[in-house]
């Protein structure tokens, strides 16, 4: 009787530690989950305010992609809207920072697998082919960039070079 009273008490604390265990646990994945969003958040903050903003909001993008592919979904339309925004939108003043922007803005969607195949990114693939296929009909407001530069590209991303290029 001794022993199964002692052995009820063992069962009931193991019990209790596994249920503050399980707790402690979820506990820390809530808080990690908040974490990773509040920081999705402030990266997207970065894209609005101009050069300097925009190249840290790109380097914040490229360390989220490496750790947290899961934001993919979100990242993808951004990136494709500033890489449209600083090749054809008029506000946009050359500068070497912003050049160097749009350079990393392509090596990112670039990196993108299957930016192409997978249905979830294949209208931001079109988005970025219908820009720089703007800028080859004339549509050239944005920073200059070079015709051979645009083609590589187009190539790069898995698009037709322009028939008029």
């Known amino acids: 009787m ?4 002692n052995a009820l008490k063992w069962g009931i604390a193991c019990g209790g530690w596994l249920v503050a265990i399980f707790l402690a646990y979820l506990g820390y994945a809530e808080r990690r989950a908040s974490q990773k ?3 999705l958040l402030k990266t997207v903050a970065y894209f609005e305010g101009g050069t300097q903003k ?9 360390g989220l ?4 592919p899961e934001h993919v979904a979100v990242l993808v339309p951004l990136l494709t809207n500033q890489f449209v925004y600083l090749l054809l939108h008029p506000d946009v003043k050359d500068s ?4 160097r922007n749009l350079v990393r803005l392509y090596q990112l969607l670039k990196q993108i697998p299957s930016l192409r195949a997978q249905q979830e990114h294949h209208s931001s693939w079109c988005e970025v082919g219908d820009a720089i296929g703007r800028w080859f009909g004339g549509e050239r407001s944005g920073l200059r960039v070079s015709e ?5 590209w187009l190539k790069g991303l898995g698009h037709s070079e322009p028939i008029d290029g």
């Not at 001794?2 to 009273?5: E, G, K, L, Y």
């Open 2 to 5: 001794v022993d199964d009273a």
């Open 37 to 39: 969003a509040d920081l």
């Open 54 to 62: 925009r190249s840290i909001g790109i380097a914040l993008v490229e």
């Open 65 to 68: 992609l490496r750790k947290n």
């Open 96 to 99: 070497v920072h912003e050049e």
């Open 148 to 152: 051979q530069t645009l083609k590589l």
